[in-house]
């Protein structure tokens, strides 16, 4: 904080507001911003993986494989995502201290699930009662992450299955008839063409994605919507050296600003992507530009 803030009472708007946005409540903001970054960087390659995971088993010859990823498709794509993130989050927390728990306290002699309880040993917690916070953070941010992956892999995967299945067949019987393998064609014909049916559709995705970022406050992460609503409310002046009336209308102005700036950088970067893929395919995009250099 700046050294002219030890007396708010003393200062000017220009002054005030300075000091104002830069208190340690304020903070808190600024890193939930980093958080939601952080969030879709990461996010977004895990979504894809699993998407691209599925989106394989879901053609798979092998029918059980099969099954497992096409009713990946189908079961999480069919859920509401506030449902899944409330139900999923619990399950998966639980799932994790199950395993801890056959480890670490195999002499238990008391049931898990004692009717409407779940009950672990105290070494099987996640995390542990007495871990720092930032643990506690991290492990949170864990399962925000690994809950949007599978929730959006889900989506990502029906776009990629549909993207592998308007690639032309007669290109991947082509390559089989120069004598590549199954896997070869796969990796060398289907999946660098499939890119430019799918993108659309991922992009598509990506913004859904960067709207959902709310949703971080269901599995306890304090968020940038949370901090806007916490700190544009009336505070008064008993309980704060900065208070103000009721502000939320410009926090939440604050953050309409932010979502259209990435949402119209992620436009740019999509397009620019999408020249990329379509140079050289048998699409329309492709053909345009054969034109142009011609």
């Avoid at 803030?5 to 003393?10: F, I, L, N, V």
């Avoid at 859920?79 to 306290?105: G, M, S």
């Avoid at 949007?148 to 308007?166: P, S």
Wanted: aromatic share 14%; with cysteine.
């Amino acid at each position: 904080m700046f050294s002219f803030c030890s007396d708010p009472a003393t200062l000017d708007g220009a002054r005030w507001l300075a000091c104002y946005l830069t208190t340690v409540k304020h903070a808190n903001l600024y890193i939930a911003v980093g958080t939601v970054l952080l969030l879709l960087a990461i996010t977004a390659p895990a979504a894809l993986a699993f998407g691209f995971g599925g989106a394989m088993a879901a053609r798979s010859r092998i029918w059980p494989l099969s099954w497992f990823g096409k009713g990946y498709i189908a079961i999480v794509r069919g859920v509401p995502d506030i449902a899944f993130f409330l139900f999923f989050v619990i399950a998966l927390d639980q799932i994790f201290e199950v395993i801890r728990h056959k480890i670490k306290c195999p002499d238990w002699p008391d049931e898990i699930w004692q009717g409407s309880d779940f009950v672990v040993c105290q070494a099987a917690k996640l995390p542990l009662g007495n871990s720092p916070q930032w643990v506690h953070d991290t492990y949170g941010f864990f399962v925000a992450v690994l809950t949007f992956a599978i929730v959006f892999g889900a989506f990502a995967a029906n776009v990629l299955y549909g993207a592998m299945r308007a690639v032309p067949h007669a290109q991947l019987e082509t390559a089989e008839a120069y004598g590549m393998s199954r896997r070869q064609s796969f990796w060398r014909i289907l999946v660098p063409q499939m890119w430019v049916y799918a993108l659309p559709g991922l992009s598509n995705l990506w913004m859904v994605l960067t709207k959902a970022t709310p949703l971080l406050f269901l599995l306890g992460i304090e968020d940038i919507v949370y901090w806007a609503r916490e700190m544009g409310g009336t505070a008064l002046p008993r309980f704060t050296e900065y208070p103000h009336g009721d502000w939320r209308m410009w926090y939440f102005l604050a953050l309409l600003v932010f979502y259209l700036g990435l949402t119209k950088v992620s436009e740019v970067a999509l397009e620019r992507v999408m020249v990329r893929l379509s140079h050289g395919q048998a699409t329309t995009g492709g053909e345009a530009q054969r034109r142009a250099g011609a």
